[in-house]
């Protein structure tokens, strides 16, 4: 997992940026404006850190909200010797599964408990982090990203439930006509391009995927 780590390319910051660092006003409290004067007022700005991490932040002035999106620059076609298992979309649902100082279903629990959502999606070319909380809890959604990003616990035994579980969403996609037609399209359309693999990955490669692996 920790050779994917250098690859982590952007953090996206939606909320009122005097909310987060400092003030505490009530959104009846905040001006309305006009959807012209709204796009007017997102500002972003753009930090490139020496280790590569870029860092965008869009201020909206009247959001009570803070979203935060971790992208990874990795996906589907981009896994090497597992291309076509689906290894990517099993570490995406096995950061969910704990870190070395949160336990299995800590973190959704602690997102919610202040109000906030998080969610994860991997794609072909990428893998998105998100969470979404009121402003004031921002901190919460950094420590959380990041705690799962850095420090994932990969047990073994969470690792072979969720084996389980990503086996019954392949065998319900297989009973799904619209997305057995689109993986036939994919294979016929890229049949020299690694586009051809489902994200989730064929269940007889998925299959051998180790601990050691992730």
């Known amino acids: 997992m920790k050779k994917f780590l250098p690859i982590l390319i952007l953090l996206l910051l939606l909320s009122n940026s005097k909310s987060v660092f400092a003030s505490k006003k009530k959104c009846s409290e905040l001006p309305s404006s006009s959807s012209e004067d709204f796009v007017e007022k997102i500002k972003t700005t753009r930090t490139v850190f020496d280790n590569g991490l870029t860092v965008l932040v869009s201020e909206i002035p009247t959001s009570p909200f803070a979203s935060v999106y971790i992208l990874v620059k990795t996906g589907s076609v981009t896994e090497g010797k597992y291309l076509g298992s689906g290894i990517t979309h099993f570490v995406e649902h096995m950061l969910f599964k704990g870190t070395d100082k949160r336990g299995v279903g800590e973190i959704p629990a602690q997102v919610n408990s202040v109000g906030g959502s998080i969610n994860a999606q991997t794609g072909k070319d990428h893998t998105i982090y998100t969470i979404t909380l009121p402003y ?41 006509p619209d997305r057995e037609l689109a993986r036939m399209a994919f294979e016929n359309i890229y049949k020299f391009h690694p586009y051809k693999y489902e994200i989730i990955g064929e269940e007889s490669l998925f299959r051998k995927i180790s601990n050691e692996d992730l």
Do not use: C, Y
């Open 136 to 176: 004031e809890e921002f901190d919460v959604a950094l420590d959380v990203l990041s705690d799962m990003i850095v420090n994932p616990r990969m047990d073994a035994e969470e690792m072979e439930k969720e084996r389980k579980v990503i086996i019954a969403e392949m065998r319900m996609h297989r009973d799904n």
